[in-house]
């Protein structure tokens, strides 16, 4: 599976940015895809994600804010963000896990800056 990350960039606090993903290769098996992102000094922490059949989570602190959708037909998934708050500067990385075999799987993208100024 290969992941193919865009959209990031600087914005002021209050606005919106669109990140997607594009995922190509082996992707008929992926559970689901999904943003993390990692701030300096911090861990990677997942956003949201996006199962094969629509379910979505999120993490607490983007809930109300941000939205995950697909795009099945190119493959490609989209974190909506608005709302933006400082805190949400990170670096953004998608992700795509699968479970083959009795065994996960970790797909990342490269990662995309977002930098939210005050």
């Known amino acids: 599976v290969q992941l193919q990350a865009s959209g990031g960039g600087l914005v002021q606090a209050g606005g919106s940015l669109r990140l997607s993903c594009a995922a190509s290769?082996?992707?008929?098996?992926?559970?689901?895809l999904g943003w993390y992102r990692q701030a300096p000094g911090k861990t990677r922490d997942r956003v949201a994600r996006i199962f094969s059949r629509g379910s979505t989570t999120y993490a607490d602190a983007v809930k109300g804010r941000f939205t995950i959708f697909r795009d099945n037909a190119n493959n490609t998934v989209y974190l909506q963000m608005n709302s933006l708050k400082p805190e949400d500067t990170a670096v953004y990385y998608c992700?795509?896990?699968?479970?083959?075999?009795?065994?996960?799987?970790?797909?990342w993208g490269q990662g995309t800056q977002v930098t939210v100024s005050s």
């Open positions: 290769g082996s992707i008929g098996s992926i559970t689901y």
């Open positions: 992700n795509a896990y699968k479970y083959e075999l009795n065994l996960g799987y970790d797909y």
